[in-house]
């Protein structure tokens, strides 16, 4: 089995993938001080009330955009599954361009995403992560990235909001019962959530008379199921787009071999 991880700004995703399928995936904050021993600990116990041993991983692979997690998370892998993890970065083999000025600045969750986005849609095509920032992938035909755009995520909008004005509570993200709202909360929800369809929509419509062609658009992240009831932008919904991404990476880099102990 492989290992995916995919950690992200407030959240790290351990996923498991058999060959065919994903076995699971579980999600844990991210939080810089936390050790490889409480990740393994915690990972264990997961793997267990699935039925799945922690020797049958024999693969792993992390994709991150937060350095200070990567020790850790490596030494987890070393320490807990025996395995020396592939590191997800601009020198990896990705078998596909990267068109913009300096591929080392690009997050490599955005490379993961297009990546699985061309080899299950083929391309031209755009991506909108909903994350922590809410980013849009452009990948052309040949399944080169070609950069894109990056805008605040949405609860990181919806927090500043809250702390920037003192008589607005901090509030949940969800579809507004209707775009006029008669109360503070409703009002924020349709600002929110109709200001973000905007803004997607603005921007993929910028993106698309750049290019010059017709392009897919793909829609990932947790929110992504959320903000497709208000749009019919999106041609597909994937949550697992950077997963895949991860393990089409994995299979394309050598295997790596479990550690031998008397090194």
Known sequence: MLLAIDAGNTNIVFALHDGEKWRGNWRISTNNHRTSDEYGAWLTTLLEKQSISSKQISRAIIGTVVPAVLYHLRLLCRAWLDIEPLIANSRSDWGLGCKVDT?????????????AAHHKFGGP???VDFGTATTFDVVDEEGAFCGGAI????NLSLEALHQAAARLPRISVGRPTSAIGRNTIVSMRSGLFWGYVGLVEGVVSQIKAEMNTPLAVIATGGLAPLFSEGTSLFQHVVPTLTLDGLRLLADRNPSQNSIDRDD
């Open 103 to 115: 591929p080392d600045e690009v997050g490599v969750d955005r490379r993961l995403n297009g990546l």
């Open 125 to 127: 095509l755009v991506v």
């Open 151 to 154: 805008a605040p995520g949405v």
